[in-house]
């Protein structure tokens, strides 16, 4: 990772466990980050620069660096790909269904409504911000 300005711009490296990162078929990696996970920055020229950074920032300097857009996660997501995840695992082990896919079901029901409810919380929050903005849109229009 380049680091610093331009005229005094220096590369180092930082370490991110395995637990973050997954190799995909294609031989790229998808490294997982967390806001407030904590990771160790090496400056291999400059030992006494070296500190810990946080998962935002990280995420800023590889975005940066690589022109790639992080892609945010919310609990939703997460939780859906954990039912699927489960879903699946049901599905392999030929365990009770009549039970476990009642369960399931009501789990991704939940979510379900959870994801609407935020989605209209955006929705409504995006229409707020829209009127907001156009009232001074056409004031410097005016001019």
Same mark, same amino acid.
């Given at each position: ?11 180092? !490296? @930082?370490? @991110?466990? !395995?637990?973050?990162?997954? +190799? /995909? ?10 806001? *407030? ?6 400056? #291999? ?13 990280? !995420? ?7 022109? #790639? ?6 609990? =939703? ?15 392999? +082990? ?8 009642? !369960?399931?079901? +009501? ?9 609407? =409810? ?8 995006? /229409? ?10 056409? *004031?410097? *229009?005016?001019?």
């Amino acid at each position: 990772m380049d680091i610093g300005l331009e005229r005094e711009q220096r590369e180092s !490296a @930082i370490k @991110i466990p !395995a637990r973050c990162v997954d +190799k /995909l078929e294609n031989g790229d990696y998808q490294i997982f980050l967390k806001k *407030q996970d904590r990771f160790y920055f090496v400056d #291999s020229k400059n030992p006494e620069n070296n500190k810990i950074m946080l998962g935002k920032t990280v !995420a800023k300097n590889l975005q940066n660096q690589s022109g #790639s857009v992080p892609l945010y996660s919310n609990n =939703s997501k997460i939780k859906l790909k954990q039912l699927f995840n489960e879903f699946d695992f049901l599905i392999s +082990k030929g365990l009770d269904f009549d039970t476990s896919f009642e !369960a399931i079901g +009501k789990e991704l029901e939940q979510t379900y409504y959870q994801t609407e =409810s935020i989605l209209e919380n955006l929705d409504r929050k995006f /229409l707020s911000m829209s009127k907001k903005i156009k009232p001074m849109h056409d *004031q410097t *229009q005016e001019y």
